[in-house]
């Protein structure tokens, strides 16, 4: 079974800094994707970033950008210039290669404080 | 284009009762999801359908069941509701295209069991 960690329920971050997010997992699985959804208080689930496990090359989306480390199994979000939009509950995901469903961690909120 | 709908919003029921959650997706997906978001917990699928005419159970299926109604809309039911099924329910849709998948979720419907 995959499980997703992420060892962090609650962060804080001053505006305009840099914060980062931290998700492990646990696979026997070589081929997969990782996720990192953002869940603001309207409770709408947007995606923010991707990454596929055979790209060694880290994701960006222009102020988000991850750390993948695959034989650590780590894939950590990193959010630089801090907006207070970005105040929310950040959740990692998991999902196999040609699979339909996804294994999300317990969530990291995070607040942005002005 | 609303992309993933769900009704109701809101439902507070009395334990026994029964309720049938709806979703629909205008996106042409052929595989929707339905997940349950409890306090301090990530999302959990509790069922999903890979195509028009198949469901599966996810990791808590218990208590439920869910009919795919046609390409666009996706139920879940609850035969006679219990207090452990207070929740807020997320209907989700995704496609592999190009070798990529996004599930693209709906906004939630809270519901109490009392």
Excluded at chain 1, 32 to 60: C, D, G, H
Excluded at chain 1, 99 to 110: D, H, M, Q
Excluded at chain 2, 44 to 56: F, K, N, P, Q, V
Aim: proline fraction near 4%; charge should be positive; glycine fraction near 6%.
């Amino acid at each position: 079974a995959q499980t997703v960690t992420q060892s962090q329920p609650e962060m804080s971050v001053q505006e305009a800094e840099t914060v980062t997010l931290s998700c492990t997992y646990d696979t026997s699985e070589n081929n997969y994707y990782l996720f990192w959804y953002k869940q603001p208080p309207s409770r709408q689930m947007i995606l923010v970033i991707r990454q596929e496990a055979y790209k060694q090359q880290n994701a960006t989306e222009n102020r988000f950008s991850v750390n993948f480390q695959k034989a650590a199994k780590s894939f950590s979000l990193k959010i630089s210039d801090s907006q207070l939009g970005d105040t929310a509950m950040y959740f990692c995901a998991f999902m196999m290669t040609g699979a339909n469903n996804l294994f999300f961690g317990t969530g990291t909120r995070l607040t942005v404080i002005p | 284009n609303a992309g993933v709908t769900q009704t109701p919003k809101f439902q507070v029921l009395k334990t026994g009762q029964s309720m049938t959650l709806q979703c629909a997706q205008d996106m042409n997906h052929n595989s929707m999801y339905w997940y349950r978001q409890d306090p301090g917990m990530g999302l959990r699928l509790i069922y999903y359908s890979a195509s028009e005419g198949t469901t599966d159970k996810g990791e808590v299926p218990n208590g439920y069941n869910v009919s795919r109604l046609n390409k666009r809309e996706f139920s879940l039911r609850l035969e006679s509701a219990a207090p452990s099924q207070t929740s807020v329910y997320f209907c989700a849709s995704s496609e592999w295209r190009g070798g990529r998948s996004e599930q693209f979720f709906g906004p939630g419907t809270r519901l109490t069991v009392l």
